[in-house]
């Protein structure tokens, strides 16, 4: 593993150890620096760093993408991520702050866990200052504005239409 990589809590579970572990090897493997890797999957650098040490579980399609780039397995990974995500801590207990009070939820809560071959996604309700990959919000830019810009010419349509008919 990379000497620059932080040690993991010791309070992490094994299986969440184990497979942050490998997420590293796997990152390692591309050569890639955390900004590249984010320009490759449409995760940004933070994330990254967040998911690397195990401050966050990562989203399945996340893992799938970094198996992408490093040309590995996403099934074996997915498989791994599965196991891990069931049993990830909340992050309250892992960054040294009060841990969650007992019976709080799942400890994997943000994470929706799916049968194998399906997509999975984040939670919808975002922890306060996280934000969209970059790609994604493009693309949700440019969408918005073909929606506008085919909204708008249809209304000047109209108003021409409305305007021949009234002659």
């Given at each position: 593993?990379?000497?620059?990589?932080?040690?993991?809590?010791?309070?992490?579970?094994?299986?969440?150890?184990?497979?942050?572990?490998?997420?590293?090897?796997?990152?390692?493997?591309?050569?890639?620096?955390?900004?590249?890797?984010?320009?490759?999957?449409?995760?940004?650098?933070?994330?990254?760093?967040?998911?690397?040490?195990?401050?966050?579980?990562?989203?399945?399609?996340?893992?799938?993408?970094?198996?992408?780039v490093a040309g590995a397995d996403s099934e074996r990974y997915c498989a791994r991520w599965?196991?891990?995500?069931?049993v990830w801590p909340r992050g309250a207990a892992l960054s040294g702050a009060r841990s969650?009070?007992?019976?709080?939820?799942?400890?994997?809560?943000?994470?929706?866990?799916?049968?194998?071959?399906?997509?999975?996604?984040?939670?919808?309700?975002?922890?306060?200052?996280?934000?969209?990959?970059?790609?994604?919000?493009?693309?949700?830019?440019?969408?918005?504005?073909?929606?506008?810009t085919a909204f708008l010419v249809l209304m000047v349509l109209f108003e021409g239409l409305?305007?021949?008919?009234?002659?």
């Amino acid at each position: 593993m990379s000497a620059a990589w932080q040690p993991l809590p010791e309070a992490l579970p094994p299986e969440v150890r184990h497979f942050v572990e490998q997420l590293r090897l796997l990152k390692d493997r591309t050569g890639l620096s955390l900004i590249a890797l984010g320009e490759e999957t449409a995760y940004s650098k933070s994330s990254w760093q967040r998911y690397l040490n195990a401050r966050q579980p990562p989203p399945r399609q996340a893992v799938a993408a970094l198996c992408r780039v490093a040309g590995a397995d996403s099934e074996r990974y997915c498989a791994r991520w599965e196991l891990a995500v069931r049993v990830w801590p909340r992050g309250a207990a892992l960054s040294g702050a009060r841990s969650a009070p007992e019976g709080a939820g799942p400890p994997a809560a943000g994470v929706v866990l799916s049968k194998q071959g399906e997509g999975v996604a984040p939670a919808p309700a975002r922890p306060r200052g996280s934000r969209r990959p970059s790609r994604a919000r493009s693309a949700w830019t440019w969408r918005s504005t073909v929606g506008v810009t085919a909204f708008l010419v249809l209304m000047v349509l109209f108003e021409g239409l409305m305007r021949f008919l009234m002659r």
